[in-house]
């Protein structure tokens, strides 16, 4: 997959960045390309070689249709939440480091979910604010609206599941 500079592109477990250059280094006698990207979170600038975009996860934004699916699954799905702690925390955080962004859908909802019944630890409550940035900037950019709305939509999704959208923990 290649991007040009000024393309969005979603860093998995970080969120969207955008392709602020490419560049060529050399290393000996080889030479390797590289984005530079920078995040949007934080405004982190990455460095990630061509060669190492399908290992790293590295995307293009989500098309609307797929929104709309994940959407769709936020206020419909349903899937099994592992009761055991370092189970669950640790089959999140693979579902968070895949990039795919059903994949962070399920662990918000699930996140969402064991939060109704009990506090969440401390890095359960990170992940979940994690996913919930994951999700809204992303639904911000396929859908070209501000944040806000992005908010209010994933927040309509969760409350037809029974959910409440929790303040920024």
Same mark, same amino acid.
């Given at each position: 997959?290649?991007?040009?500079?000024?393309? +969005?592109?979603?860093? &998995?477990?970080?969120?969207?960045?955008?392709?602020?250059?490419?560049?060529?280094?050399?290393?000996?006698?080889?030479?390797?390309?590289?984005?530079?990207?920078?995040?949007?979170?934080?405004?982190?600038?990455?460095?990630?070689?061509?060669?190492?975009?399908?290992?790293?996860?590295?995307?293009?934004?989500? +098309?609307?249709?797929?929104?709309?699916?994940?959407?769709?699954?936020?206020?419909?799905?349903?899937?099994?939440?592992? &009761?055991?702690? +370092?189970?669950?925390? +640790?089959?999140?955080?693979?579902?968070?480091?895949?990039?795919?962004?059903?994949?962070?859908?399920?662990?918000?909802?699930?996140?969402?979910?064991?939060?109704?019944?009990?506090?969440?630890?401390?890095?359960?409550?990170?992940?979940?604010?994690?996913?919930?940035?994951?999700?809204?900037?992303?639904?911000?950019?396929?859908?070209?609206? &501000?944040?806000?709305?992005?908010?209010?939509?994933?927040?309509?999704?969760?409350?037809?599941?029974?959910?409440?959208? &929790?303040?920024?923990?």
């Amino acid at each position: 997959m290649t991007f040009q500079i000024g393309d +969005k592109v979603v860093y &998995p477990n970080q969120g969207i960045g955008t392709v602020e250059n490419i560049s060529t280094r050399s290393f000996g006698s080889a030479f390797e390309k590289f984005y530079l990207l920078r995040l949007g979170c934080n405004s982190m600038t990455v460095v990630v070689p061509f060669s190492n975009v399908d290992n790293i996860g590295l995307r293009r934004v989500t +098309k609307d249709r797929e929104i709309a699916r994940i959407l769709s699954f936020l206020a419909n799905g349903w899937m099994a939440i592992n &009761p055991d702690w +370092k189970v669950r925390f +640790k089959e999140n955080t693979e579902k968070m480091q895949s990039g795919d962004l059903l994949k962070a859908a399920e662990v918000f909802k699930a996140l969402l979910q064991i939060h109704v019944d009990k506090p969440l630890s401390f890095r359960e409550k990170k992940m979940l604010d994690r996913a919930r940035h994951m999700l809204v900037s992303e639904i911000s950019i396929a859908r070209n609206v &501000p944040e806000v709305h992005a908010v209010n939509m994933l927040q309509r999704a969760v409350g037809k599941s029974g959910l409440v959208l &929790p303040a920024i923990m």
